[in-house]
């Protein structure tokens, strides 16, 4: 006679515990600032350095046009990259000066794009936008 046997179930090992039958376990993972408890699930809330890690790994298509056209239309003469955005902090210089670049040649990209200069000075990239800053001159802005 062939016995069948019984295949056991997985235990999962992850940040968020689950409760289960009543019991709240807690999470594995001491960075978590604080815990939400929701029916039978506790979840673990995600420090500020997490969010930010994570935002820094995400890309979004579009995204160095968005930020380049946000920053044409505030009017602001120059900006650090890596310090007004979030999601370019974990980013390298190299990789930021091209998607900004590119996206200056971008058809979506706002007027005044080829104003735009971009600067890698070592682990920081500015834009500086050269109409609002003066440096550009008269026949280049018409």
Do not use: C
């Not at 515990?17 to 600032?33: F, I, L, P, R």
């Not at 955005?85 to 930021?96: D, I, M, P, S």
Request: aromatic share 4%.
């Amino acid at each position: 006679m062939a016995r069948s046997r019984r295949r056991a179930r997985p235990q999962r090992n992850d940040s968020t515990s689950q409760v289960e039958s009543g019991n709240k376990q807690e999470a594995s993972d001491n960075t978590s600032t604080t815990t939400i408890e929701r029916g039978t699930r506790t979840m673990a809330g995600l420090t500020p350095e997490q969010i930010q890690s994570l935002l820094g790994r995400a890309r979004s298509k579009g995204q160095y046009v968005q930020r380049l056209n946000e920053f044409l239309e505030s009017g602001e003469a120059g900006v650090d990259v890596q310090e007004q955005w979030v999601e370019f902090r974990e980013r390298k210089a190299n990789t930021l000066k091209q998607g900004f670049d590119g996206a200056r040649d971008n058809k979506l990209a706002a007027d005044g794009a080829d104003q735009v200069q971009v600067i890698s000075n070592e682990d920081h990239v500015y834009l500086i936008n050269k109409v609002a800053a003066g440096v550009a001159s008269e026949e280049e802005a018409a």
